[in-house]
């Protein structure tokens, strides 16, 4: 199975509200990392977070990690209509030396 | 800078050809990655490449996979005897070699389409 689960699969919301998305794994990491995908194409890499960190930000962004209980969330404020993606989790375990292992993704819909 | 590029962009084939998809890293990155994602599968890895060491090569779905990487740099993924379910997007990544926790740089990607 997946070492990165996600949830929602899907979230839908209105222009301005926040998006929430998250992520649990199942073995101990060097860090987690988020990527967005538009049209089923290219990940572009949004924010890195070390197992020893809790919270990082970037922009509209925040992530949280809590390695006691395996998870990730991924904020973001203020939705656009251009944040409209699918994003995954991508875990780097401890003993992979940066082989990503990716949830399945959630797919936001950002509604002008 | 530039980023990762792959080609071609879109391959169409017919089942039983043999396939190369080729990818070029960020110029300095010496590690490389393939990763495939198909529909029903997400996104999987392939195959890592680290300068001059033996690739990890536990991800390759079959023997009819097969990658090189050409003086540390252009990397090549081979498909023989193409079958339907390789139908996928092959993606590339690479990173600088400055330690484990460093951010990985993904390529638009290959689409792949078996007949």
């Known amino acids: 199975s997946q070492q990165g689960e996600e949830d929602p699969q899907a979230l839908s919301i209105q222009e301005g509200e926040n998006a929430t998305m998250n992520c649990s794994y199942k073995?101990?990491?060097?860090?987690l990392q988020w990527y967005r995908q538009n049209s089923g194409r290219g990940l572009v890499h949004l924010i890195l977070?070390?197992?020893?960190?809790r919270e990082k930000h970037s922009g509209r962004l925040r992530v949280t990690l809590d390695t006691s209980k395996k998870s990730s969330s991924l904020l973001i404020t203020a939705s656009r209509a251009a944040d409209t993606a699918s994003y995954f989790c991508a875990t780097d375990l401890s003993t992979s030396y940066g082989k990503l292992t990716f949830g399945q993704g959630t797919i936001l819909t950002v509604h002008p | 800078g530039a980023g990762v590029s792959q080609s071609p962009s879109n391959k169409v084939t017919e089942k039983g050809k043999d396939v190369e998809l080729r990818c070029d890293p960020i110029?300095?990155?010496?590690?490389l990655y393939w990763y495939r994602q198909s529909l029903g599968q997400g996104l999987e890895f392939l195959i890592y490449f680290q300068g001059n060491s033996a690739p990890d090569k536990s991800g390759l779905p079959s023997d009819r996979f097969s990658a090189e990487r050409t003086g540390g740099s252009v990397s090549t993924l081979t498909i023989q005897r193409t079958q339907q379910e390789d139908s996928a997007v092959y993606l590339c990544?690479?990173?600088?070699?400055?330690?484990?926790?460093?951010?990985?740089?993904f390529g638009p990607g290959t689409r792949l389409l078996v007949l």
């Open positions: 110029s300095g990155h010496t590690a």
């Open positions: 990544a690479s990173r600088r070699p400055a330690g484990q926790q460093e951010t990985q740089y």
């Open positions: 977070i070390r197992s020893n960190e």
């Open positions: 073995t101990s990491i060097n860090n």
